[in-house]
């Protein structure tokens, strides 16, 4: 069992930085890929960004390749998502994921999730 906590969204302007940060429990979490989804009003959820369980291998959504980064402590049990050059279209509730695979991630079908954390980017 993992649990998942979010922390960091907030009101921003374009042009802007966050870090998220997701806080997991379980023993096992060095052993999970971990993801951030997101979720516009009126829109699906979607894929953002995933990494490997080992941190050594990452993905990402095209429309944040180049702006996002995430990152992951295990030691911390804790997973990142750096997003600059936020975009007013970036505003979503944030939720950090976890799943054994990472196919399950990007498939937007995770075993876990958190409660998620507000972005809002003002233009």
């Known amino acids: 069992q993992v649990q998942l906590v979010e922390s960091g969204g907030g009101l921003v302007q374009a042009g802007d930085s966050l870090r998220l940060s997701c806080a997991a429990s379980?023993?096992?979490?060095?052993?999970?890929?971990m993801g951030w989804l997101r979720q516009a009003p009126g829109k699906e959820r979607e894929f953002v960004a995933a990494?490997?369980?080992?941190?050594?291998?990452?993905y990402y959504a095209t429309s944040v390749k180049g702006r996002f980064t995430i990152s992951r402590d295990n030691a911390k049990n804790t997973v990142y998502l750096q997003m600059n050059s936020l975009e007013p279209e970036d505003t979503a509730v944030y939720y950090c994921?976890?799943?054994?695979?990472?196919?399950?991630?990007?498939?937007?079908?995770?075993?876990?999730w958190g409660q998620g954390t507000q972005v809002t980017v003002s233009s």
């Open positions: 379980g023993r096992l979490f060095s052993s999970y890929a």
């Open positions: 994921a976890a799943d054994p695979a990472i196919a399950q991630l990007m498939g937007v079908t995770p075993t876990y």
């Open positions: 990494i490997s369980w080992s941190g050594g291998s990452t």
